[in-house]
């Protein structure tokens, strides 16, 4: 048995933000960037630690995987992946670092 996922709150608010952005230019793009969001968080119950460490954090059980040019951001903790953000790649991590 693998490890659980949870998404908090606030990564479900990026994950909305993210999808209503993308969908003013491309509906079909949108379904990839998302589906390929989900079935990346979806991974992590049999390989959560497949994730790099997030550098600006330097915390082993911070991670983050890309999708297209998003940052999938979690924490794994006592047999839980815990999806914390889903923000762009280029974006400064800022507040999103209160969230660990």
């Known amino acids: 048995m693998g490890f659980q996922v949870e998404r908090s709150s ?3 608010a990026d994950l909305e933000s993210i999808t209503e952005y993308i969908a003013r230019d491309s509906a079909v793009y949108t379904r990839a960037v998302v589906e390929s969001i989900l079935e990346t968080a979806e991974s992590l119950d049999e390989f959560p630690f497949r994730g790099r460490t997030v550098p600006e954090l330097n915390q082993e059980s911070v991670r983050e995987r890309f999708v297209y040019s ?3 951001i979690y924490r794994v ?7 914390a953000a889903v923000v762009h790649g280029k974006r400064m991590l800022g507040t999103v670092s209160e969230r660990f």
Do not use: M, S
């Open 77 to 83: 903790q006592n047999g839980t992946a815990t999806i």
């Open 10 to 12: 606030e990564a479900l």
């Open 70 to 72: 998003y940052r999938v």
